[in-house]
């Protein structure tokens, strides 16, 4: 590079041709990572929660979640016993609802809380007290049916049917 320079530089130029490439490769190689980053982060809320529904089936809470796109599987869940409530998290989803809060008023369920963070969505439900729960994915839709006899909760479909798992391992 140094005898580039100097050859360079004794014919007048004011930046050798060698500096001013390495520069312009500097440059470019640059702006296409500054556009894999744009394109990644943009990327990132692929899906969105269009709307969360609820209805009573006996004793249970039946909660319809229904996204722009289909789910792969159900998110991550957990439970905690007081305050009682049931957490789920969507990764890549954005709160699409337009609210924040929705009231249910059903059996046990009071109401859902929709917290949207960079990368995730997450809906909380506010229950009366501890219950047990069981989630179904049928397409945009999960299903999260919420057991009010405290029994163990059984996953049901949108008919309302006992949902049956599809078992890709015959």
């Known amino acids: 590079f140094d005898q580039l320079w100097k050859e360079y530089g004794e014919r007048g130029e004011a930046r050798p041709r060698a500096a001013r490439t390495l520069v312009l490769f500097a440059v470019t190689i640059c702006c296409v990572g500054l556009l894999f980053l744009c394109q990644s982060v943009f990327a990132q809320t692929e899906n969105a929660i269009d709307s969360v529904t609820a209805n009573q089936q006996g004793a ?76 179904f994915v049928e397409g945009n839709t999960l299903i999260v049916t919420i057991d009010g006899s405290g029994g163990l909760a059984t996953s049901v479909n949108s008919l309302g049917l006992p949902a049956v798992e599809k078992n890709d391992k015959t």
């Open 60 to 135: 249970n809470v039946i909660v319809k979640i229904t996204l722009k796109n289909n789910l792969e599987k159900a998110p991550i869940s957990f439970s905690i016993a007081s305050p009682a409530r049931i957490s789920l998290d969507f990764p890549n989803t954005s709160n699409a609802t337009g609210k924040n809060v929705i009231d249910v008023g059903l059996g046990e369920v009071r109401s859902v809380n929709l917290i949207e963070v960079p990368g995730r969505s997450r809906l909380v439900f506010n229950l009366n007290r501890a219950l047990k729960y069981a989630t």
